[in-house]
């Protein structure tokens, strides 16, 4: 199996739950000679008074990472979270940035966190966001459009380095069939409106919409089997994040990848909307692959 050279991973520690799954998760990867781990952990002004508590937290964390024979270094920072992380795994070339969905002072309901949110949509590279509890990676699921970010992610994922026993899954989605709408006009009134059945002409969309659905996870099945993964077809009707997240809850999913249609900087990157709605929504671990 090809896989990743060298793994340098950006870690965000906050002591939180999400945050100690994502340790657990990384222990679980069976990571490339010379992979090094960099566990972050950013502090606000108002925060000072607690670097006594972070330091004894990354140090913890670092334990962990050793004791597993992964090699980690730690530093402990002061400014806004969001914007260190992404600017300190620019500096030290990250190739993945970890960290948990939510922190210790979210918002009770909420499924992502402020940082989180910044940070997957902002960075410059695949960003990996971890829910808990974490209980292994059994089943992945890739998500593809067949549009050039998902491409690059179905590389990315082709050189990963997943545990050895991971069913990896490829899913598309094709939109669903257009009804036909037609209005009659009615004098004095509102006009009445039917919703008749598709006709040949939609049948025969359709089923060419469904073609080129089966022959790209063909390709794509075909360029992770290069690489040496496994991994299982999947055509599916609809709406693609309500397809892609029910699919999810019905058959124990641990991680989705998918791609991010992001325009390369700070103040104009812009996921695509269905990358949104699965970090946002999603019951599992996410991880959003962007071409750096």
């Known amino acids: 199996m090809t896989s990743i050279k060298r793994m340098n991973i950006l870690m965000a520690d906050d002591s939180s739950q999400h945050a100690q799954s994502a340790v657990e998760l990384i222990q679980d990867l069976p990571l490339p000679p010379k992979s090094r781990v960099f566990v972050l952990r950013v502090f606000t002004p108002g925060q000072i008074s607690a670097i006594p508590d972070f330091e004894s937290s990354l140090e913890k964390t670092k334990r962990q990472f050793l004791n597993a024979g992964i090699p980690a270094e730690t530093d402990l920072m002061l400014g806004s979270p969001a914007e260190k992380i992404i600017e300190i795994a620019h500096n030290k070339k990250s190739n993945l940035i970890v960290l948990g969905a939510k922190g210790l002072r979210a918002t009770l309901g909420i499924l992502l966190g402020g940082v989180a949110q910044q940070v997957v949509e ?12 974490y209980q292994g990676l059994r089943r992945i ?6 549009s050039v970010t998902s491409q690059y992610a179905a590389r990315y994922l082709a050189k990963f380095p997943l545990p050895e026993k991971a069913d990896v899954q490829v899913m598309h989605v094709v939109p669903p069939p257009q009804p036909l709408l037609t209005m009659e006009p009615h004098l004095g009134g509102w006009q009445s409106i039917y919703v008749l059945p598709p006709d ?11 073609r080129k659905g089966q022959a790209l996870l063909k390709r794509t099945c075909a360029l992770l089997q290069r690489h040496g993964v496994s991994s299982t077809p999947i055509l599916r009707q609809g709406d693609a994040a309500t397809e892609i997240m029910d699919y999810v809850k019905g058959n124990k999913v641990d991680l989705i990848v998918a791609g991010s249609r992001g325009l390369g900087q700070f103040r104009s990157l812009w996921m695509g909307s269905v990358s949104r709605k699965l970090v946002h929504y999603s019951d599992c671990s996410v991880l959003i692959v962007k071409r750096p």
């Open 122 to 133: 902002y960075a410059h590279g695949p960003v990996l966001i971890v829910r808990a509890p």
């Open 200 to 210: 040949d002409e939609n049948s025969a969309l359709q089923k060419q919409q469904e």
């Open 141 to 146: 699921l890739f998500v593809t459009d067949g």
